[in-house]
């Protein structure tokens, strides 16, 4: 069983940037996929981020939505079992709850599928003002 804890959270304004973390335990980390998700109110929780298991030849892929590439990257820590989301040129648009997930290495299925994902933190609220 995985837990996963997100923060870095909260409120800034347009053009800021903001740095999420999400701390992992009860895992072997460097074994799974990481994503990061968003749902904004009234919306469905959608695909933001995600960077693949260590263990590839190549090292980890980083996939992003098109919303945000450019602006925001996904790193993660294996030693610390941590993965961030640098978010840079904030704008109102990526106001929304920004969730953690982790997906183990048979899950099979689009790294952008919510459901394809088998663990999920509480969420970090991000709201950026104009």
């Known amino acids: 069983q995985v837990q996963l804890v997100e923060s870095g959270g909260g409120l800034v304004q347009a053009g800021d940037s903001l740095r999420l973390s999400c701390a992992a335990s009860?895992?072997?980390?460097?074994?799974?996929?990481m994503g990061w998700f968003r749902q904004a109110p009234g919306k469905e929780r959608e695909f933001v981020a995600a960077?693949?298991?260590?263990?590839?030849?190549?090292?980890?892929?980083?996939y992003y939505a098109d919303s945000v590439k450019g602006r925001f990257t996904i790193s993660r820590d294996n030693a610390e079992n941590t993965v961030y989301l640098q978010m840079d040129s904030l704008n109102p648009e990526d106001t929304a709850v920004y969730y953690c997930?982790?997906?183990?290495?048979?899950?099979?299925?689009?790294?952008?599928?919510?459901?394809?994902?088998?663990?999920w933190g509480q969420g970090t609220q991000v709201t950026v003002s104009s």
């Open positions: 009860g895992g072997t980390f460097s074994s799974y996929a």
């Open positions: 997930a982790a997906r183990s290495r048979t899950s099979t299925g689009s790294t952008n599928d919510p459901g394809t994902y088998n663990y």
């Open positions: 960077i693949t298991w260590s263990g590839t030849w190549s090292g980890s892929i980083k």
